[in-house]
């Protein structure tokens, strides 16, 4: 089962020597397989249970219900799928609009286009990196006078219809002020929490309130290799959800279909592996804790080198540990990666901004220069739950001796 989560091919790839020695290349973000993954997969085989349907199905879907505080969870083929599912339970049509972060991975925006809708990139918070509330305010008060009940962005002539807050890295977005903006022009909040099952934003559960997508793909806090959730507690929308990833078949025993559904069911393979992955979710979130506050505690007077603030009103899983290279440390994100590949050790390129990418590019109608710093300067660290102290300390070391050979040591 672990040669599964060998790091995928599009990942960066460390040399395996270092001046002729071989030495152990730490990965980046890989999946911790040390709990019941192996027997569960057994049972569902030994069962006849490979299919979208079985008792790991079942059961995968109550915990993340119960972890997320929502009602309902519907298990779905992947994090991008569930994020389209919920834009379509949230009344997002084709042709409407659909506020985001501009710095985000590019799933958020292509489920966005996957419902018809184009996405419209606002730049982020400074300090937390999360979509600014205040960016959200502007764009609506200056683009978008209320005609009716309807919002129409004034330069394009399309409605807006929602606006998705990305709870980015596994911190929560400010979700009160963006729901009160919401409000008052009628948008629908649907929470891309995809990065961050577990986190809690002022004492509740990302995904607890409304409608939300979670992903459970190979690196993320828990995996099922491939896969997300619809969370709601709505019972209808649950339903809708269900009959939609079904290929909207109206009748269990008919080939009748009402509409165009999708193909978009998690298989109780994938959810056996899920059941072993949450019954560790607290074990998981605390080690990725730890291994934050460690590389925070080690390199906070590094010169040149900022991490991602925590607001007061979030608990972050810190599904990711980030960091952005300032200008004034004398090398680059590209070059610290660089040399931190020559040392065996894998990190994560930072997402390049919607805005600025081939399939969405233009998508920020305002300057977005926290997000397009960050799409520069980034780093993602190391940081599997399972990374050793030793590798931890190795990679602290590393990048300590990056800065001091451009002479800019703490």
């Known amino acids: 089962m672990r040669e ?37 997969l057994a049972q569902a085989a030994a069962a006849g249970q490979i299919g979208p349907a079985g008792e790991f199905l079942d059961r995968f879907e109550e915990q993340v219900a119960r972890l997320a505080g929502s009602r309902y969870a519907v298990a779905i083929s992947s994090g991008t799928a569930a994020l389209h599912i919920a834009l379509i339970l949230a009344g ?29 990139g606002l730049d982020i918070d400074p300090g937390n990196w999360q979509v600014d509330p205040a960016q959200v305010e502007q764009f609506l008060d200056r683009h978008c006078p209320c005609a009716g009940r309807r919002t129409i962005n004034t330069a394009t ?4 219809t929602a606006i998705v807050p990305v709870h980015l890295l596994g911190h929560p977005a400010d979700l009160d002020p963006i729901r009160e903006t919401a409000g008052r022009y009628g948008l629908a909040v649907v929470e ?14 990302v995904g607890s309130d409304g409608i939300a997508a979670v992903s459970f793909n190979l690196n993320k806090i828990i995996t099922t290799g491939g896969g997300g959730a619809v969370l709601t507690s709505d019972p209808d929308l649950a339903a809708r959800a269900r009959y939609l990833i079904n290929q909207a078949r109206d009748n269990p025993g008919e080939y009748q279909h009402g509409e165009t ?9 994938h959810a056996a592996v899920g059941v072993a992955q949450a019954e560790r ?30 607001a007061a009103w979030a608990q972050p899983t810190w599904w990711l540990t980030t960091i952005g290279v300032a200008p004034e440390a004398g090398t680059t994100g590209v070059q610290v990666r660089k040399e931190l590949a020559r040392l065996g050790i894998q990190t994560g390129p930072p997402w390049t901004p919607l805005h600025l990418t ?53």
């Open 192 to 205: 891309d929490a995809a990065q961050a099952l577990g986190a809690s934003y002022k004492g509740h559960p």
């Open 157 to 160: 002539g399309r409605p807006v």
């Open 4 to 40: 599964l989560v060998r790091s995928p091919r599009h990942w960066p790839t460390a040399s395996s020597s270092r001046r002729g020695k071989q030495v152990h290349e730490i990965p980046w973000c890989q999946a911790d397989l040390a709990g019941n993954e192996t027997p569960y």
């Open 261 to 269: 559904g999708w193909n978009y069911r998690m298989s109780n393979l």
């Open 92 to 120: 997002v049509r084709p042709g409407d609009e659909v506020l985001t972060s501009a710095w985000t991975f590019v799933a958020t925006a292509n489920a966005i286009r996957h419902a018809g809708a184009h996405p419209v």
């Open 358 to 410: 081939g399939a969405h590019r233009g998508c920020a109608p305002d300057p977005c220069p926290t997000a397009e710093n960050l799409g520069r300067t980034a780093i993602h660290l190391p940081c599997s739950a399972s990374l050793s102290t030793t590798d931890q300390d190795r990679v602290i070391t590393a990048i300590r001796g990056v800065f001091a050979a451009d002479g800019r040591a703490a």
């Open 281 to 310: 979710l607290a074990d998981i979130i605390d080690a990725k804790r730890r291994i934050r506050d460690r590389y925070a505690d080690a390199l906070a007077c590094q010169h040149g080198i900022t991490f991602q603030a925590s």
